[in-house]
C-alpha cells in the first residue's frame, strides 16, 4: 500500500508562482513512475505530468511548458514548479503513483490551486 500526500496549493494572482510536493510512504518498491494530474470543475482529470525514477518525463497535450517536474527519489517525493501561473490553470491538481505490481493505481486527496485574474 502507498499514501500519497500532496501540499503547496493555494490561492494566487495570475503571474505567481507555486511549487507542489507530493511524499510517497509506504510500499515504495511497488512505484514508479509518479506525477500530476489536475482537474477543474466540470472537467475530466487531465495529465499535466509524469517522471520515472531515472528523471524521464512525460508531460500532457494540454500543459504548458511553464510548468517543470521533478522528483527526489531519496525523499520519495515528486514536484511540481508551476510559473507564470494563469486563470485557465485554476484546478484540483492530484498527485499520481504508478502500481507496476496490479492495475490500480495510487492517487492522493489533491491540492486546491486557485489562480485570480
Known amino acids: 500500500q502507498v499514501q500519497l500526500v500532496e501540499s503547496g496549493g493555494g490561492l494566487v494572482q495570475a503571474g505567481d508562482s507555486l511549487r507542489l510536493s507530493c511524499a510517497a510512504s509506504?510500499?515504495?518498491?511497488?512505484?514508479?513512475?509518479m506525477g500530476w494530474y489536475r482537474q477543474a470543475p466540470g472537467n475530466q482529470r487531465e495529465l499535466v505530468a509524469t517522471i520515472t525514477r531515472n528523471a524521464r518525463t512525460n508531460y500532457g497535450d494540454s500543459v504548458p511548458g511553464r510548468f517543470t517536474i521533478s522528483r527526489d527519489n531519496a525523499k520519495n517525493t515528486v514536484y511540481l514548479q508551476m510559473n507564470g501561473l494563469k486563470p485557465e490553470d485554476t484546478a484540483v491538481y492530484y498527485c499520481?503513483?504508478?502500481?507496476?505490481?496490479?492495475?490500480?493505481?495510487?492517487w492522493g486527496q489533491g491540492t486546491q490551486v486557485t489562480v485570480s485574474a
Open positions: 499520481y503513483a504508478d502500481n507496476i505490481l496490479g492495475p490500480r493505481d495510487y
Open positions: 509506504g510500499s515504495i518498491s511497488s512505484i514508479n513512475a
